[in-house]
Nanobody
Framework: EVQLQASGGGLVQAGGSLRLSCRVSGLTFDDYVIGWFRQAPRKEREAVACISVLDGSTYFSDSVKGRFSISNDNTRNTVYLQMNSLKPEDTAVYYC??????????????????WGQGTQVTVSS
C-alpha cells in the first residue's frame, strides 16, 4: 500500500555533500511525517531528520544539526535529505520511513513504517 524508496547514496569524501531522495507512494493524506534514519554496522538505528508533510516542521539530531537539511517536494512526491560537511561517522545505511501525525517529538524508530532497503552512504577520510 505505502511504499517509500530511498536513493542517492554513494561514496563521498569527508567535507563533501550528498543528496538523498525518498520517493513516496500510496499516501493520499498529508498528516504524516517522513523520517530519515541511519544504521551503521553493529549500531542501533537512529533518527537523523524528519519533516511534517502537512506543516513543514522539521527535526534534526544533534549530530547532524547545521549540516543536514530536509525538504519536501509535493510535485514529485519526494522528500530530500541534503547532507553537507559529511564526516566519516555519517557512514551508514540511510532509510526513510513514515508515521502518522505531525508532531516532531518524540521521534521513535518503532513508530515508523515502510522502511524499504535503504541506501548506503560511505564517507571517506
Amino acid at each position: 500500500e505505502v511504499q517509500l524508496q530511498a536513493s542517492g547514496g554513494g561514496l563521498v569524501q569527508a567535507g563533501g555533500s550528498l543528496r538523498l531522495s525518498c520517493r513516496v507512494s500510496g499516501l493520499t493524506f498529508d498528516d504524516y511525517v517522513i523520517g530519515w534514519f541511519r544504521q551503521a554496522p553493529r549500531k542501533e538505528r537512529e533518527a537523523v531528520a524528519c519533516i511534517s508533510v502537512l506543516d513543514g516542521s522539521t527535526y534534526f539530531s544533534d549530530s547532524v544539526k547545521g549540516r543536514f537539511s530536509i525538504s519536501n517536494d509535493n510535485t514529485r512526491n519526494t522528500v530530500y535529505l541534503q547532507m553537507n560537511s559529511l564526516k566519516p561517522e555519517d557512514t551508514a545505511v540511510y532509510y526513510c520511513a513514515f508515521r502518522w501525525g505531525t508532531s516532531m517529538a518524540p521521534i521513535l524508530v518503532t513508530d515508523f513504517h515502510s522502511w524499504g532497503q535503504g541506501t548506503q552512504v560511505t564517507v571517506s577520510s
